[in-house]
């Protein structure tokens, strides 16, 4: 390298780290804010999304059933000046989306761009002022699709200078960005993130070290990101990170005294732009679970894919679907049903029957001739119901603000109707909470199913409402919120459906019993356990002698009981009745 060739790379190294460390030293950073209704939002799902979290992780960890991603439509809207020069060009926008494709593919979902680029020319835009989104997408915006707009600088509305800034679910669908952040290949990831609700890694401040959340982890469901795998995150910038991308900060502490590790790699930090390239598994997880429950019906109105099952689930081993296809604009259909990658039929409405006990996803790609898009829906097909054991279940309802659209039922497993509920009052029942309890008994199939009679659910677009089951140990078996028309949930209970402890004959005399019985076995049980017709538990006694197994019933009422004997594990359930 001759000397002034030196002098002059020396030079450029200078001018550009000086370039670099300018552009840092603005507030070039994301203008998400994390609002009440926000942590409303997040509170009302949670318990929701943990269960599709854990699904998606273990299909993760264990090879995804299917590989078909679904697909969701972006709105491209590229400012440029008045006179139509500037702004990103084609290019820029393709690179941009593909990076972005290549990390949120992890989730289970990719963008395309839906009836090409809405191009704006806008001098006032170009310089655009957080204060003129209402103005702006009340124009532009297209209903039901990913907005994102693209200019040259962004000021906020406290007068920083901003990369991009996006809305959580319940918030307007548009996503800001500045020209220069979309092509550094991480602010687009960073951005979609808070559309699918990920909030930033050192929490919803954006004061140094002012997050809860503790390097131990403990408290990491409620605070910070909501995020368990992602490190405690004091905030990173380019004060504590290197041009190496390693945290540096070897002294700040959380409040336990701890020195923290954050990730300076992660999407949704505040780390070296160039530096953040990966998304932790469970935000992978968190962006399908919200995909699911918030945004899966984001359509493009030119080009979309969508279907509908007319049953969801059984008790039985078998079941006979008709999938109904409600895409737009599709001229061939590739349906796979099962979830193996295997396309199972081509045409545009399908009927298929699953033997055997399952759970399916059903992927559904259709063609308008030039593209390709597709809609997965996560074990969506349920063959062979949940096993549950409980006496009751207790459903917990919240209603959104149009009430006169929900009903449910709950039915046994011949279809009569056990219990009912709705169409509720509107005006009078907006957003509350309804509680019933069914009482249920062993060994029989039970289906809860809720309408909305306008289609649109009860989450997200009118409130939060959901449903949520309970057995009597307060476990979660189902819940929902975005379900559209309707959704049903299956159980089998089996809280008396166990493995029979002996081949022994157990008698028990005299049946029927005025004032008491006697348990016969010539194995002797640990416990027994009294259950009355409805199911519900009413006696429990541990079993020390013989003498134990003479069993006083003169306070019973009239009528069938069945009485549970266990021994290691194992029981077997035999009826008396009460005279
Ligand atoms: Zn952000």
């Known amino acids: 390298m001759n000397q002034k060739f030196f002098r002059q790379f020396t030079l450029f190294l200078v001018l550009f780290f000086i370039g670099i460390s300018s552009s840092y030293s603005q507030n070039d950073?994301?203008?998400?804010?994390?609002?009440?209704?926000?942590?409303?939002?997040?509170?009302?799902?949670?318990?929701?999304?943990?269960?599709?979290?854990?699904?998606?992780?273990?299909?993760?960890?264990t090879g995804r059933s299917s590989t078909v991603v679904s697909s969701v439509p972006v709105k491209a809207h590229i400012i440029r000046q008045s006179d139509g020069t500037g702004g990103l060009t084609d290019m820029e926008l393709n690179d941009a989306m593909a990076t972005m494709n290549s990390i949120y593919i992890n989730a289970g979902i990719e963008f395309f761009l839906c009836d090409g680029i809405n191009y704006i020319n806008s001098d006032d835009y170009y310089t655009y002022e957080q204060a003129e989104e209402?103005?702006?997408?009340?124009?532009?915006?297209?209903?039901g699709v990913i907005n994102i707009y693209f200019t040259n600088s962004i000021t906020s509305s406290s007068g920083g200078s901003l990369c991009g800034y996006a809305y959580f679910p319940g918030g307007p669908e548009t996503i800001l960005?500045?020209?220069?952040?979309?092509?550094?290949?991480?602010?687009?990831?960073?951005?979609?993130?808070?559309?699918?609700?990920?909030?930033?890694?050192?929490?919803?401040?954006?004061?140094?070290?002012?997050?809860?959340?503790l390097v131990n982890g403990s408290n990491c469901e409620s605070t910070g990101d909501f995020i368990c795998d992602?490190?405690?995150?004091?905030?990173?910038?380019?004060?504590?990170?290197?041009?190496?991308?390693?945290?540096?900060?070897?002294?700040?502490?959380?409040?336990?005294?701890?020195?923290?590790?954050?990730?300076?790699?992660?999407?949704?930090?505040?780390?070296?732009?160039?530096?953040?390239?990966?998304?932790?598994?469970?935000?992978?997880?968190?962006?399908?679970?919200?995909?699911?429950?918030?945004?899966?019906?984001?359509?493009?109105?030119?080009?979309?894919?969508?279907?509908?099952?007319?049953?969801?689930?059984?008790?039985?081993?078998?079941?006979?679907?008709?999938?109904?296809?409600?895409s737009v604009g599709a001229t061939s259909w590739s349906w796979d049903v099962d979830g193996d990658d295997i396309v199972d039929y081509n045409t545009q409405n399908v009927t298929h029957t699953y033997n055997g006990v399952g759970s399916y996803d059903v992927a559904l790609t259709v063609s308008n001739g030039s593209n390709n898009i597709s809609k997965v829906k996560a074990q969506y097909i349920n063959v062979g119901a949940q096993e549950i054991s409980t006496t009751t279940i207790e459903l917990s309802l919240t209603l959104d603000d149009w009430p006169a659209e929900t009903s449910w039922n709950f039915l046994d497993g011949d279809g009569n109707v056990l219990y009912s509920g709705g169409p509720y009052v509107e005006g009078v029942d907006d957003f509350t909470t309804k509680t019933e309890m069914f009482t249920?008994?062993?060994?029989?199939?039970?289906?809860?199913?809720?309408?909305?009679?306008?289609?649109?659910?009860?989450?997200?677009?009118?409130?939060?409402?959901?449903?949520?089951?309970?057995?009597?140990?307060?476990?979660l078996l189902a819940s929902g919120g975005n379900f559209s028309s309707?959704?049903?949930?299956?159980?089998?209970?089996?809280?008396?459906?166990?493995?029979?402890?002996?081949?022994?004959?157990?008698?028990?005399?005299?049946n029927p019993a005025s004032n008491s019985f006697t348990v016969k076995s010539r194995i002797r049980p640990d416990n027994y356990e009294i259950f009355n017709a409805l199911g519900q538990k009413i006696k429990t006694l541990k079993?020390?002698?013989?003498?134990?197994?003479?069993?006083?019933?003169?306070?019973?009422?009239?009528?069938?009981?069945?009485?549970?004997?266990?021994?290691?594990?194992?029981?077997?359930?035999?009826?008396?009745?009460?005279?």
């Open 486 to 510: 309707g959704t049903t949930n299956s159980f089998f209970n089996g809280v008396l459906s166990v493995n029979k402890f002996s081949n022994e004959e157990i008698n028990l005399y005299p």
């Open 440 to 475: 249920i008994n062993p060994d029989l199939c039970y289906k809860f199913e809720i309408n909305d009679s306008y289609g649109d659910g009860i989450c997200c677009a009118s409130g939060n409402g959901n449903y949520e089951l309970r057995s009597d140990d307060n476990t």
């Open 134 to 143: 209402s103005l702006m997408t009340s124009v532009h915006n297209v209903n």
């Open 29 to 61: 950073e994301c203008g998400f804010e994390f609002t009440e209704e926000n942590q409303n939002y997040y509170n009302s799902i949670k318990e929701h999304i943990k269960q599709l979290e854990t699904e998606f992780l273990q299909n993760l960890f």
């Open 177 to 213: 960005m500045a020209n220069s952040c979309t092509t550094n290949g991480s602010t687009l990831s960073h951005e979609m993130g808070h559309f699918f609700a990920l909030s930033h890694t050192h929490g919803n401040s954006n004061v140094f070290n002012s997050t809860q959340e």
């Open 543 to 579: 079993v020390n002698s013989n003498q134990d197994l003479n069993i006083n019933v003169e306070n019973l009422k009239e009528g069938i009981y069945f009485i549970k004997l266990t021994r290691d594990n194992s029981s077997q359930v035999l009826s008396f009745i009460k005279d």
């Open 230 to 326: 992602t490190p405690a995150d004091p905030k990173l910038g380019v004060n504590n990170v290197n041009v190496d991308c390693n945290y540096t900060d070897t002294t700040s502490q959380d409040a336990n005294g701890e020195i923290y590790q954050p990730d300076p790699l992660n999407f949704m930090s505040y780390s070296r732009k160039r530096c953040r390239s990966l998304f932790s598994p469970q935000q992978y997880a968190r962006i399908n679970a919200i995909y699911q429950v918030s945004r899966e019906s984001m359509a493009c109105p030119s080009f979309s894919t969508d279907f509908i099952a007319d049953e969801t689930e059984t008790c039985g081993t078998d079941l006979t679907v008709s999938f109904t296809d409600n």
